[in-house]
């Protein structure tokens, strides 16, 4: 007798609980073009795709690809919600793969994961905004995550050929186990808002965390010693001020390094405003798994100086 029952559709889940942050812009646009290109899968009706987002992120998800499923996920990373609350869920919804866009996620869980593993930044430099006993508690606990991440994923996705060697030799897997895909940036199509206080300013910049490793205290040195070749010279710093923004500011006032702006969170089209009028973007890290800002300020036309 012919059996004419429907075979299981195959289930891909995809951990998107960090969009809408920085690196979540990472998830966002590798589930947007997923969709995209999603007509011309074959027997497409043989699998589902189920992105897994943060609460207040459903109604983005919902209008982005109405046709995955997607369902909330309020566990918070690097949480024992996250271990325990995340790893039933998915076990629940029985997936024959998993994608964790990024570091964090249950690591006891068993099925079948490819990972993204965006850097190992963490891991290698310490934060002065945070109190040095526990950061360096929370750092050990993130370099065994991250060994132990690399070796129970199925592959590995890096968006670098740099990171790509230094997660093989940080976490002993073989190099062909990792997939390097490059990241590329979108231009900002909101019309540009000039920064108030900017308008008719000559000015460099940079944009994004404060941290130690982004290098900014030597860009500051540096400009201090351009200043007397390039009196109306300023120095933009954009990004939402944190602790470390707070001790990097109150050095420079300390200091008395004039035309030094520190701008706090700028919107897209503010952004925009200041990659297409600076002189050049000014990107002074010491280490980058990739590297984003940079392909945007060159995207809209910002000399860079790396």
């Known amino acids: 007798m012919l059996d004419t029952r429907k075979a299981r559709r195959k289930k891909i889940v995809i951990d998107a609980r960090e969009s ?6 990472y998830t966002d646009k590798l589930i947007e073009h997923l969709y995209a290109l999603r007509p011309n899968y074959e027997n497409k009706e043989n699998y589902e795709i189920i992105v897994l987002a943060k609460p207040e992120r459903l109604e983005f998800f919902t209008a982005l690809t109405p046709d995955f499923k997607c369902i909330a996920s309020p566990y918070k990373e690097f949480t024992f919600a996250e271990q ?3 790893k039933r869920q998915i076990e629940t919804l029985e997936p024959d793969l998993v994608h964790f866009t990024a570091s964090q996620q249950p690591v006891w869980y068993s099925g079948r994961t490819v990972t993204t593993m965006h ?7 310490r934060n002065p905004a945070k109190n040095p006993i ?5 750092q050990q606990v993130y370099k065994w995550l991250n060994r132990r991440v690399a ?4 592959a590995i996705i890096t968006p670098s050929q740099f990171v790509k060697q230094d997660v093989a030799a940080f976490s002993a897997v073989s190099p062909d186990k990792i997939t390097v895909t490059y990241e590329a940036a979108d231009p900002i199509l909101e019309p540009d808002v000039v920064v108030a206080g900017l308008e008719s300013t ?3 910049m940079y944009i994004g965390r ?10 500051i040195d540096a400009f201090a010693a ?3 070749a390039q009196p109306n010279l300023h120095l933009v710093l954009a990004g939402k001020k944190d602790a470390n923004y707070e001790r990097i500011e109150a050095s420079v006032k300390q200091r008395n390094i004039s035309r030094v702006v520190f701008t706090g969170f700028v919107s897209d089209p503010q952004l925009r405003w200041l990659y297409e009028h600076c002189q050049a973007y000014i990107f002074p890290s010491l280490s980058e798994g990739f590297g984003l800002p940079a392909i945007e300020a060159m995207l809209h036309g910002a000399p860079v100086i790396s």
């Open 119 to 125: 850097d190992l930044t963490t891991a290698r430099f």
């Open 151 to 154: 070796q129970k994923s199925a």
């Open 20 to 25: 809408g942050t920085s690196t979540g812009r």
């Open 202 to 204: 000559a000015f460099i």
């Open 84 to 86: 325990i609350g995340l």
């Open 134 to 138: 526990v950061f360096t508690f929370k």
């Open 226 to 228: 351009l200043q007397e």
């Open 210 to 219: 404060p941290t130690p490793h982004k290098n900014l205290e030597r860009l």
